[in-house]
């Protein structure tokens, strides 16, 4: 089985005003032990979920990434998330014509 994960941003941001963009939102395969997980028949559309907490700096960086909530714990989504976000660049938050550090949520399903 081989998994993908999508990328969906929460765009609530803690009073930011608008999100930050990821810059290369691109396919990523699913962690190791997932895959190597045996799922049953229905459960092949199953999603899996991971949320995070992050910082996007005036720089454009991601840092502190944390997670705070995952489907399956266990199977290395959370782990997969935090290195996918691991070098992301975003496009900064602007406030009175400045970008600013801003903390923001970020959500990554991986679907089969």
Do not use: W
Not at 20 to 33: Q, R
Not at 46 to 65: I, N, P, Q, Y
Not at 76 to 96: H, K, S, W, Y
């Amino acid at each position: 089985m081989t998994l993908t994960l999508s990328l969906t941003l929460i765009t609530t941001l803690l009073g930011a005003p608008t999100a930050p963009m990821l810059k290369d939102a691109a396919l990523y395969a699913a962690p190791k032990a997932a895959v190597e997980q045996t799922f049953a028949p229905q459960a092949s559309n199953e999603r899996f979920s991971v949320r995070l907490r992050c910082t996007a700096l005036a720089s454009g960086h991601v840092t502190d990434c944390v997670v705070l909530e995952e489907t399956r714990p266990g199977l290395g989504f959370g782990e997969a998330a935090l290195a996918l976000m691991d070098g992301a660049e975003v496009t900064p938050i602007m406030e009175r014509g400045r970008a600013v550090d801003a903390p923001f949520e970020r959500t990554i399903d991986f679907t089969p």
